[in-house]
Nanobody
Framework: QEQLVESGGGLVQAGGSLRLSCAASGSISSSNTMAWYRQAPGKQRELVARITSTSNTVYADSVKGRFTISRDNAKNTVYLQMNSLKPEDTAVYYC?????????WGQGTQVTVSS
């Protein structure tokens, strides 16, 4: 069964760093494009960063230069390194992929940045 499991969220002060991990299992493999989304209270879910199977990346303007998405295909794991965190980065962060036209989401991990 396909599954995405996030970890690494937590509480951090503004200016700090966190690294999120997303472990994929089942049929999800290194050939899948994967991404991180986030959803803050009262707001729509938004794309944070996306990475293809060949490690081409796309970032939201709000995180460019601060966040880095990467993947370890041998471990079927995607990472999001978040530096210089701001209070407006506070949200639940979700891992995502699409396979055979089906969207798969992780359960989410909370990131809270205090000012």
């Amino acid at each position: 069964q396909e599954q995405l499991v996030e970890s690494g969220g937590g509480l951090v002060q503004a200016g700090g760093s966190l690294r999120l991990s997303c472990a994929a299992s089942g049929s999800i493999s290194s050939s899948n494009t994967m991404a991180w989304y986030r959803q803050a209270p009262g707001k729509q879910r938004e794309l944070v960063a996306r990475i293809t199977s060949t490690s081409n990346t796309v970032y939201a303007d709000s995180v460019k230069g601060r966040f880095t998405i990467s993947r370890d295909n041998a471990k079927n794991t995607v990472y999001l390194q978040m530096n210089s965190l701001k209070p407006e980065d506070t949200a639940v962060y979700y891992c995502w992929t699409i396979m055979w036209g089906n969207n798969y989401w992780g359960q989410g991990t909370q990131v809270t940045v205090s000012s």
